[in-house]
């Protein structure tokens, strides 16, 4: 039995190619960022710890508490909720005038990436048999 979001996944649209093209350079330039794909959305983890990435039109970082609180300040920013009422905690969704602001946008993913690098490495789950 699908859960109960399954719905809302079977309608998300694509990121524009330009979104995708902006997320990648960005990525290309930080280092100890990988790249990999998430639901069919590009997303950038390090030591295996999601910090950002795309969801249709939108960029989202994760931040620490006292970060995430100034940026929710801004206007446009949001808590970041790819299902409805199911927000993903630390996550924010990145204003449209920080997208249009490659230096801007640059600093608050640096800051994303060093809050997750903070964080204790995440190992990836092996696929295949489950064990007994």
């Not at 030591?47 to 206007?75: I, K, S, T, V, Y």
Request: one cysteine or more.
């Amino acid at each position: 039995m699908p859960h109960k979001g399954a719905s809302e996944m079977k309608t998300w649209r694509k990121s524009p190619p330009e979104l995708v093209r902006r997320f990648d350079t960005l990525l290309a330039s930080l280092p100890g960022a990988d790249r990999r794909m998430l639901f069919g959305y590009p997303c950038a983890f390090t030591n295996g710890q999601m910090f950002a990435g795309l969801h249709q039109e939108n960029m989202f970082l994760r931040l620490p508490d006292e970060e995430r609180l100034d940026f929710l300040r801004l206007e446009g920013a949001g808590p970041f909720e790819p299902l409805p009422g199911r927000p993903m905690r630390e996550y924010v969704v990145v204003p449209d005038a920080i997208l249009d602001e490659p230096d801007t946008l640059r600093g608050w993913l640096e800051r994303s990436l060093r809050y997750a690098s903070s964080l204790p490495p995440k190992e990836r789950k092996k696929r295949g048999a489950k064990p007994v």
